[in-house]
């Protein structure tokens, strides 16, 4: 049988993980599990060799962009830069490639490339949380979803950041092959066959302090105060306004009404408790003002899509402490989520 063709297009300046993922996943030899075999190639315009980020790693590619639209799936790695251009050549190969049928798919700003060939036009994709808003605002035709590990749409697929290349690369391992073979394969490479949430949990921008502002005391003020009753009529009281004039400036500086900054404010804080603390859940809901433990799955879920203990366990620092497991009211919805 003749194997499955991949093509993983290269670029100077991609990072070397991104454009290994492919490989690691499609090209690793496993006649104990394949019954159709992959054959992966590493393909450069004028078949060039290619120098990549970082580890500065010179790769000899397999073929020209020729192969990518030959190719029956094509794997585009992170670029060099979310904001780099991407060379027609490449834009003309995945144009190629998706009108003869392939599956095509993207690992962090590989979807940046995608969507310069007008492949995610209409499309729901993801890429890096860090470059979302970047991908949304240059284009407006795709529905850029960040809080996502990768998104399946069609015969086009888009992942988050790095390792999440690798979970929809196994997602897309478990559609060739079944879900038995992709979860062999994912106890090989010592990685989950299914995380729970999305990029959610990772994401560590703060929410704004605001310096100088004039609303910014008062988010210092709130901050310090998380543990105890803090109402709208009271936030207005400490900033010598109305709640309606509060409300307003909230949305103008923040971006959000108080209540909802401040339920942001106190998730946060039961990450930085989950992750440097073994306090009992139920001491983090007290600790960060959300009252009960239930209360707090119940935000904390909605937020970073995952449980508070699944999030301890993925990030503490000193350890889990013993307890009642929690299970995660987070679904795995309609297969966007690795």
């Known amino acids: 049988m003749d194997p499955h063709r991949v093509a993983v297009p290269v670029l100077d300046g991609m990072p070397l993980f991104e454009i290994g993922v492919a490989g690691e996943v499609f090209g690793m030899p496993r006649p104990d599990l394949l019954l159709r075999p992959y054959r992966v190639q590493v393909c450069a315009a004028g078949r060039r060799p290619v120098r990549t980020q970082g580890a500065a790693i010179t790769l000899t590619a397999d073929a020209d962009f020729d192969e990518v639209r030959r190719a029956e799936t094509v794997v585009v790695p992170a670029l060099p830069s979310f904001d780099a251009a991407v060379p027609p050549e490449l834009v003309d190969a995945l144009q190629d490639a998706a009108r003869r049928g392939a599956r095509i798919a993207s690992v962090c700003t590989g979807a940046f490339a995608l969507a310069a060939a007008g492949l995610l036009d209409g499309r729901r994709a993801t890429t890096h ?78 929410l704004p302090d605001l310096p100088g502002s004039a609303i910014g005391p008062l988010l210092d003020w709130a901050r310090s105060r998380l543990d105890r009753a803090l109402t709208l009529r009271l936030l207005a009281q400490q900033a010598g306004v109305t709640t309606r004039t509060l409300s ?91």
Request: charged share 20%.
């Open 129 to 206: 949380w860090m470059y979302a808003a970047a991908l949304a605002e240059q284009y407006p035709a795709v529905e850029v979803d960040p809080a996502v590990l990768y998104v399946v749409d069609g015969s086009v697929a888009t992942s988050a950041g790095t390792a999440a290349g690798l979970d929809l690369c196994l997602e897309l391992l478990r559609h060739d092959h079944g879900t038995a073979v992709a979860a062999e394969v994912a106890r090989r490479l010592i990685v989950p066959p299914h995380r729970e949430g999305g990029q959610a949990q990772y994401v560590s921008t703060p």
């Open 248 to 338: 307003r400036r909230f949305a103008a500086e923040v971006g959000m009404p108080p209540l909802q900054w401040l339920t942001a404010e106190r998730v946060r804080r039961a990450r930085q408790l989950l992750e440097s603390t073994t306090l009992p859940v139920e001491q983090v809901a007290e600790q960060c003002g959300l009252g009960t433990a239930a209360n707090l799955r119940i935000h904390f879920a909605r937020q970073t899509g995952v449980s508070p203990s699944a999030y301890r366990a993925a990030f503490a620092e000193t350890g889990v402490c013993e307890g009642r497991p929690e299970s995660s009211p987070a679904g795995r919805g309609d297969r966007q989520v690795g």
